[in-house]
């Protein structure tokens, strides 16, 4: 498989997994967390498939194309380490769907930072809520739901919060 194939395949389970998550909260209210704005290729698929939610965005820099850059109110610039933990209070049990997007080339440090966010990401998540994690993620009250089709184990995570 080239370079070519295999970004298109990551690209590909990335979506795929965006829109199965979507179908899943669509009984669950709340705001989507988007970690990791990056060049705002997942904040704008998320926002045309979720037109009705407002997007919560978290990022330590921006770097994408203008018209995918979030409302000021939307966004939460700083390291996910300290941002996160301070929305807890205002978001506490309320969101959603949290797509976590925040890998590195250097796959320790990404596990590292996965393991860092998630009590965070576990407060945050409403019952019935939904993380879809480029990191694996392990918790009793994160529950790992199937993939699409198409989408190799450990490409990408999903995981249901009770
Ligand atoms: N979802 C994006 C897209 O589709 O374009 C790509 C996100 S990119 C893989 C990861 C992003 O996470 C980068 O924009 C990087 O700045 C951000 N990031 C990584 N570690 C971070 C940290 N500790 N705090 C805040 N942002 C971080």
Redesign the pocket.
Known sequence: MSRLDSAIRRLEA?RDCLDRAAGMVTDVPGPVF??????????D?LRASMPDRIIFV????I??HPDRIPPDDCLFL????E?LPAAVDRFRGSVALI?A????GDADASRG?ARALLPALVLLLAKGGVLVS?QPQVDERLHAEPLPPGVPAGRYFLYRSD
């Open positions: 990335q988007e970690l990791g704005l990056g060049n705002g290729r997942t904040y698929h978290f990022d330590r820099h770097a994408a700083g390291d996910f380490r941002t797509h997007d925040i890998g590195t930072l480029d």
